[in-house]
């Protein structure tokens, strides 16, 4: 039987290597099938990731120094990921924010804006585009 949330093997061979290496990323997602998919994606190109649930423990955990980007779901309960965001960024967090969505409204992409986050995918996540998004703001 096939594991499901194993990356394509038929993709780039940049995606099989460690570009990430080194790197600590705060991950903040309630669905813990998304979370094993991130997860098991990140920490195979390299990189180390913390968990968070919602949007609270978002800003419990943050901490600058030590993680170097923020993948945030938008849609979680206790506090969402664009509220986190602002409040990231109204007590100084430069990091950069990607959000993680499965909404393709066109609004999307002015909410994240107002909200201080850099960039946005949507969900299921693909894992060249969520390389090569954190790639280019690392």
């Not at 506090?79 to 609004?107: F, H, Q, W």
Request: proline share 8%; no cysteine; glycine share 8%.
């Amino acid at each position: 039987m096939n594991e499901p949330l194993k990356p394509d093997p038929r993709a780039t061979g940049r995606l099989n290597g460690k570009p990430l290496q080194g790197m600590f990323i705060l991950l903040v997602e309630d669905y813990p099938l998304n979370v094993l998919f991130a997860r098991r994606l990140l920490e195979g190109w390299g990189s180390s990731v913390d968990v968070a649930a919602n949007g609270q423990d978002a800003l419990d955990l943050l901490n600058s120094d030590k993680h170097k980007l923020v993948l945030m779901d938008l849609q979680m309960p206790v506090m969402d990921g664009y509220e986190s965001a602002r409040r990231m960024r109204e007590r100084g967090e430069t990091i950069p924010i990607i959000a993680l969505t499965a909404d393709t409204n066109p609004d999307v992409d002015q909410h994240i804006q107002t909200h201080g986050l850099n960039g946005v995918l949507t969900k299921p996540l693909q894992p060249e585009p969520l390389l090569d998004l954190i790639l280019s703001l690392a």
